[in-house]
């Protein structure tokens, strides 16, 4: 059964720093896309950053200069460093690998980002 394992959110003040990491039971190397995802209460998933296997990588416009994916594709380990946080982005953060060649689409249970004011 695949895993992919959200680990390293929590509590921070506005202007803190924090990185999400997720652990994937799958070799993230071959996989098209890694990305994290984020849902606010009320509100839609949205795709917050992604990275495909040849190191492009992509992101929100509300996270650019923020937010920063990276991998370690000898840990099968997905990063997401955070800087700078507002209040607007706590959410609950979804590490996701996508691979329409392979034919999967997984995602981790999620993890709990709270930035306050």
């Known amino acids: 059964q695949v895993q992919l394992v959200e680990s390293g959110g929590g509590l921070v003040q506005a202007g803190a720093s924090l990185r999400v990491s997720c652990a994937a039971s799958?070799?993230?190397?071959?996989?098209?896309?890694m990305a994290w995802y984020r849902q606010a209460p009320g509100k839609r998933r949205e795709l917050v950053a992604d990275?495909?296997?040849?190191?492009?990588?992509n992101y929100a416009d509300s996270v650019k200069g923020r937010f920063t994916i990276s991998r370690d594709n000898a840990k099968n380990t997905v990063y997401l460093q955070m800087n700078s946080l507002q209040p607007e982005d706590t959410a609950v953060y979804y590490c996701?690998?996508?691979?329409?060649?392979?034919?999967?689409?997984?995602w981790g249970q999620g993890i709990q980002v709270t930035v306050s004011s």
């Open positions: 996701n690998a996508w691979d329409p060649y392979n034919g999967y689409d997984y």
């Open positions: 799958i070799n993230i190397a071959s996989t098209n896309t």
């Open positions: 990275i495909y296997s040849g190191e492009t990588t």
